[in-house]
T-cell receptor, first 113, second 111 residues
Framework: EAQVTQNPRYLITVTGKKLTVTCSQN?????MSWYRQDPGLGLRQIYY???????DKGDVPEGYKVSRKEKRNFPLILESPSPNQTSLYFC????????????FGSGTRLTVV | GNSVTQMEGPVTLSEEAFLTINCTYT??????LFWYVQYPGEGLQLLLK?????DKGSNKGFEATYRKETTSFHLEKGSVQVSDSAVYFC??????????FGTGTRLQVFP
């Protein structure tokens, strides 16, 4: 089944403890992206990647890192999480760009205390 | 800058009622337009899209027509079901390949 898989689905952590949210797609998509979803703010792009080793900042990149060493994987790294990063995170992929439409993962609900 | 404006929710309907969710956009050039749907506890799913003026996207009984003259992409369905209850997001992809979402409209359908 074609899908984007995120792990974990739920995570509670403490301020300052580094964490990684994994994202993997099995559709050979070139384009991958991370979004956060917050009430009243909709979805905001954190980072995106147009292909292996090519990443760029979205609208809200502060406090996040990404890497794209393989085509299928696009992990999101929070080096020193803070409470304002409590949010619902989505990974998404597309064949070649957003105009082709995204396939989204099921989401990761992160709480930083 | 480019933006998407959706009607505030929630929209509350009885089963088999007609649905319209309004969406208007501001963009330079020729954006592609999308509707995504988010069911409770799930990620967003692409519902339909249109890539040029006067295109009509359709899926699962939902339709939306790309109206350049009114910069709109309203979502419609002739007869909603309880299973259509979800949050609906209008979005545009601009000429820099950036996807801009509206804030979402919650639809609640009661039997």
């Amino acid at each position: 089944e074609a899908q984007v898989t995120q792990n974990p689905r739920y995570l509670i952590t403490v301020t300052g403890k580094k964490l990684t949210v994994t994202c993997s797609q099995n559709m050979n998509h070139e384009y991958m992206s991370w979004y956060r979803q917050d009430p009243g703010l909709g979805l905001r792009q954190i980072y995106y990647s147009m292909n292996v080793e090519v990443t760029d900042k979205g609208d809200v990149p502060e406090g996040y890192k990404v890497s794209r060493k393989e085509k299928r994987n696009f992990p999101l790294i929070l080096e020193s999480p803070s409470p304002n990063q409590t949010s619902l995170y989505f990974c998404a992929s597309s064949p070649r760009g957003v105009r082709f439409g995204y396939t989204f993962g099921s989401g990761t609900r992160l709480t930083v205390v | 800058g480019n933006s998407v404006t959706q009607m505030e929710g929630p929209v509350t309907l009885s089963e088999e009622a007609f649905l319209t969710i309004n969406c208007t956009y501001t963009a330079t050039g020729y954006p592609s337009l999308f509707w995504y749907v988010q069911y409770p506890g799930e990620g967003l799913q692409l519902l339909l899209k249109a890539t040029k003026a006067d295109d009509k996207g359709s899926n699962k009984g939902f339709e939306a027509t790309y109206r350049k003259e009114t910069t709109s992409f309203h979502l419609e369905k002739g007869s909603v079901q309880v299973s259509d209850s979800a949050v609906y997001f209008c979005a545009l992809a601009d000429n820099t390949d950036k996807l801009i979402f509206g804030t979402g409209t919650r639809l609640q359908v009661f039997p």
